[in-house]
Every structure is written in structure tokens, then in C-alpha cells.
């Protein structure tokens, strides 16, 4: 009964102090705050609010009615050139409040916009700011298929676009035919996308991030370098690939955009064409840009602060080892390849899975094994002999007698953990990293940008990462918030659909701010879709960064 009548009592006060309190509220209210919000408009990163560079207005909603005699002078918009107050009237539909930009302005793309409220602006009851607020605005990215005619009269159009694209992953006419080319049913695409390069007012350079050309995608029982097709050596077998019927019409297009007055075209090896050199690529495209630095490399820094590579220098498996086996560069990955290409011959259509090894252990033999046992299971094929001198070289890398898979296998397994970091000296990684992180980069590349580019203070300069490689196109900002120093992009794939799990027909767009005069550079991710009468670039995402 006791502990009924405590427990009452407990009830009654904590309901009495809740009357007190309420009470309390009643008669003395807190202050009330003044604030904004932007409705129409995302917050990115907690830093700025992302504007469509189209926007004819600008929307902000208060959480109570202002007091409009108020109004004037106290809201303003700027940019880094002054005020621009002058360009927009205000307009009040009840708590929204609107700058409506007058008929004759337009607002910059990527452009930074800062709009400032004072703490002179006020409520219909008084309550004001405590302090002035101003607000970061950033305006979108000009596709670079500008539709404003007006612009292209007045002639404020400036080519101040670098376009990337990677892994198109090219074959010769017998991959096409025999069904172990990724690449065919995107050729339309392509060629139709390097005629909008071609006609694009924006576009300066059109970068061509790695693996183009595909050396590496051969069955391991067909032989690479054939004279009965034409093929003798490495040369003969890229010239193959741009002969390619499939190929014939987009190697023209590359050759007109290599000569155009206003447009460059910049080439960057990869791994499947590590064996391409600035001779070969010249005779087969006139007029390009070669931008190789080390054997089966490249690197290009169109700016002191962006940087293009295709990716697989930081890639155990799939960077130039041109110490394992002296005179030679090929690496591990190019004999895996060999027997997927042959999976792909033996199907008719194939869809990609994940690979993902299970964590642990990364030792070269067990990521050797997985990634061959891997694909035997995709493919159901049947394990070829191991022993057998089955992989036809036929002179490829200056490797003349045939390998078998345990022969290649134990090339690679007697030294190339123990010369992991001499390769990479020879490779110049700026940051070297372990065997396992050299495995893992083959499986998700994500890493390598931070390690080498974005948390190194001797790198640090670079703010802008461009690779290739992984298929994957996506823009990352590190590090996460609003505190970001450097994005990171990877341009993707233009490997036919059925052979990606990703989006194909990607590229990205960079506008320096440097080049358009703006405060920030911009980065866009764009796949490139059918649209019902063609092809048109789709916008993927966005980003931005100062360039200060």
C-alpha cells in the first residue's frame, strides 16, 4: 500500500512540475531566431548550395512573415568581381521571399555566388538576426552541349573543356568476329560521340585515358601475332585494331579531332595496350598528343593541380614488371586475360559478376588462384591443362616460346613480391605501398588516388585525380565534408553493356577554373544514352573544388 501511495505521489508532482513548467513558457518565451532555408536547393557537403547556372531566380523561405520595409539593403548577392544587387528584384509571397534576376543577366556556370542577409532584416514582430549571415552558392557546370543559342551569337562560348574517356578496349577484326571483344556494340556510340566532340564549342582537349587499344584480350590458344592475318608484331596488331572494320569510321573521327585547329587529342597507355609506343600511335593517329613517362605508362598534367593516369601503375597484377623476367614487361594479368577472353569466345553472351576474393590473405599465389579459379567457375569451362605449353605467344613482349599457366605462374610467383619495390622505383609510384595493397588496387582502385595524390604531402599539390582502369565511374571528394582538399574521378568504360556492371559510355568533363576564370574548377560524370533520335551526354554528377 506504500509503495501505491509513493508512486501517486511521484505521478502528482512530476505533473505538477510539468504545469509549472508549462506555465513558465507560457509567460516568459525564449527568443525566437530568424531563419532560412533554401527549398528549391541542395546542400553539398555543408557547404555550399548547388544553383542551376540556368536559374532565372532565387528562392529563400523564412520561418516567419518579414517585416518587407525591412528588405532593402539588407539582402545581397555577390560574386567574386562585386555586388551584384543591381541584377535582381526582390519579390514576398508571404514567408517566401524571391530574387528575381533581371531580363538582360544571366548567371556565370560553375561559378561561386556568396548572398549575404544582415542583421538589419527583421520579422513583422521585431526579432532579427544576431548576426550577419552570408551563404555560399555554386552554380552548375555548362554541359558542353550548349543549347543557348544566344550565347553562341554574342560569341561568350570559350573552349575551356578537358573531356576524358578510358577503357574502350578495342579488337581486331577477329575479336569481333570470333566474340572475345568487349567492344562492338558500343562503335556506334562512340563514333556518334566523337562527332559531338567534334561540333562542342566548349571542348579543348579530348583525353584518351588508357586502354584503347586491347593487346591483351586474345584466347590463350588462339595466337596473338598471326602472318596469316597480317600480324607480325605489336605494331601490326594495334594497326589491326585500328583497320577493324568495326573500328575503321572511329579512327577517323580520332584522326580528324588530332588535326582540328581548336581541339587536342591526348593519349595516355593503359595496361591492356602497355606495348603501344609514341612511334606506333603517331603513324596510326597523326597529330596526337603523346603523354607516356615510363615504359607501359603515362601520365598527363594538363594544370599543376589535375592529373590523368590510367591507374594500373599502383595494380600488382597489372602494372608494367619489367624486373621479374629481364627484357620483358608483361605482368600476371595479361595471361588471367588470356583465359577470359577464351571464357568469352566459348559463350555467346556473358554477363559480368562481382569478383570479390575473400578477405585475408593476399598473397600472390592465393589472388593468382582465386582470380584463375574465378573464372574457370564463371565461365563453366573446363580447366585446361596446366602443364601444357598451351598460351601461344608467338612473339608478344618478345616472348617467343608458348607458356603454360603453371610455367607463367611460377614466373611471376619466384620474385615478384621480393622485387615489389624496386618495380615500383623503376614504375615511378610517388608513394610506394605494399604487396597487398598492390593486389587489393586490382579489385577496388578506390585507395590509390588517397595514398598517392591526396593525404602525401609531397603530392598534395594535385587536387584533381583522373584515372581509368577500374570501370567504375564515380566522383569522390577526400576527405568527406565540407573540409575536402581533392576529388577524385574515374572516367569509367565504353565496353558493351553485357560486360560491365557499372554504367558504359562514361567520360568525364573538367572545367579549370584557371581556363574559365572562376573561383572554382568543376568536374562532371556523364554517361553518354540513346535519347530516342541518337546519342546524348546524360549528367552523371557533379562536383567542384577552389583553386586556391
Given amino acids: 500500500m506504500k509503495k501505491i501511495i509513493m508512486l501517486f505521489l511521484i505521478i502528482s508532482l512530476s505533473g505538477l512540475g510539468f504545469i509549472i513548467s508549462s506555465c513558465t513558457k507560457l509567460t516568459e518565451p525564449e527568443d525566437e531566431t530568424l531563419s532560412f532555408s533554401f527549398p528549391l536547393l541542395n546542400k553539398k557537403h555543408d557547404l555550399y548550395y548547388h544553383l542551376n547556372h540556368n536559374a532565372r531566380s532565387i528562392e529563400l523561405l523564412f520561418n516567419e512573415d518579414i517585416d518587407q520595409s525591412t528588405v532593402n539593403g539588407s539582402i545581397g548577392l555577390s560574386d567574386k568581381n562585386g555586388s551584384l544587387n543591381s541584377q535582381f528584384d526582390i519579390g514576398f509571397y508571404g514567408k517566401l521571399l524571391t530574387l528575381k534576376f533581371h ?21 513583422v514582430n521585431g526579432m532579427n538576426l544576431k548576426n550577419d549571415i552570408t551563404v555560399e552558392l555554386r552554380t552548375t557546370g555548362e554541359p558542353i552541349h550548349v543549347t543557348d543559342s544566344t550565347k553562341t551569337i554574342k560569341g561568350t562560348i570559350q573552349r575551356n573543356s578537358i573531356v576524358c574517356i578510358s577503357d574502350v578496349h578495342m579488337g ?6 570470333e566474340n572475345y571483344c568487349e567492344f562492338k556494340d558500343n ?54 585494331i585500328a583497320n577493324n572494320p568495326v573500328n575503321f569510321q572511329i579512327f577517323d573521327k580520332f584522326r580528324d579531332i588530332a588535326n582540328h585547329p581548336n581541339i587536342e587529342l591526348v593519349y595516355i597507355p593503359g595496361n591492356h595496350d602497355m606495348l603501344v609506343t609514341q612511334d606506333i ?35 600488382l597484377f597489372n602494372c608494367p614488371q619489367p624486373l621479374v623476367n629481364n627484357g620483358h614487361m608483361i605482368p600476371p594479368g595479361y595471361f588471367i586475360t588470356r583465359l577470359y577472353a577464351k571464357g568469352l569466345a566459348s559463350q555467346n553472351s556473358y554477363i559480368l559478376v562481382d569478383y570479390i576474393p575473400t578477405k585475408g590473405s593476399f598473397e600472390f599465389f592465393t589472388a593468382w588462384n582465386i582470380a584463375f579459379l574465378y573464372i574457370l567457375s564463371e565461365f563453366n569451362m573446363d580447366c585446361p591443362d596446366m602443364n601444357s605449353p598451351n598460351v601461344k605467344m608467338t612473339g608478344i613482349d618478345d616472348y617467343y616460346d608458348n607458356f603454360s599457366f603453371n610455367g607463367a605462374y611460377d614466373m611471376y610467383a619466384a620474385n615478384i613480391e621480393d622485387l615489389w619495390q624496386q618495380t615500383q622505383n623503376v614504375n615511378q609510384v610517388p608513394v610506394p605501398i605494399d604487396v597487398l595493397t598492390g593486389i587489393w588496387n586490382g579489385i577496388d582502385l578506390s585507395g590509390a588516388p588517397i595514398t598517392e595524390y591526396m593525404i602525401n604531402p609531397s603530392t598534395s599539390q594535385y587536387k584533381i585525380i583522373i584515372f581509368g582502369h577500374s570501370h567504375y565511374p564515380h566522383l569522390m571528394v577526400y576527405p568527406p565534408g565540407k573540409n575536402y582538399t581533392s576529388i577524385y574521378a574515374n572516367s569509367g568504360s565504353w565496353v558493351d553493356p553485357e560486360y560491365s556492371k557499372y554504367n558504359v559510355r562514361t567520360f568525364v568533363v573538367l572545367n579549370p577554373g584557371e581556363w574559365t576564370g572562376s573561383e572554382i574548377d568543376v568536374i562532371m560524370l556523364y554517361k553518354y544514352d540513346p535519347d530516342g ?16
Avoid at 543577366?105 to 542583421?119: A, C
Avoid at 546519342?535 to 586556391?548: G, H, K, N, R
Wanted: charged share 25%; aromatic share 12%.
Fill in 281 to 315: 600511335i603517331e603513324k596510326i593517329i597523326p597529330g596526337i598528343i603523346w603523354e607516356g613517362n615510363v615504359a607501359g605508362l603515362g601520365i598527363y598534367s594538363p594544370l599543376y593541380d589535375i592529373i590523368m593516369e590510367h591507374g594500373h601503375r599502383y595494380d
Fill in 172 to 177: 581486331d577484326s577477329r575479336a569481333t568476329t
Fill in 103 to 123: 531580363q538582360d543577366f544571366s548567371l556565370n556556370d560553375g561559378w561561386k555566388y556568396l548572398l549575404t542577409i544582415t542583421k538589419d532584416l527583421k520579422y
Fill in 187 to 240: 562503335a556506334e556510340a562512340l563514333e556518334n560521340f566523337l562527332d559531338f566532340i567534334l561540333i562542342s564549342p566548349k571542348v579543348k582537349q579530348l583525353v584518351l585515358c588508357g586502354d584503347l587499344l586491347d593487346e591483351w584480350m586474345v584466347p590463350y590458344d588462339v595466337a596473338p601475332f598471326n602472318s596469316l592475318v597480317g600480324i607480325h608484331n605489336s605494331e601490326d596488331y594495334f594497326q589491326a
Fill in 533 to 548: 533520335l541518337g546519342y546524348a551526354p546524360v549528367l552523371i554528377t557533379e562536383e567542384s573544388i577552389d583553386i586556391d
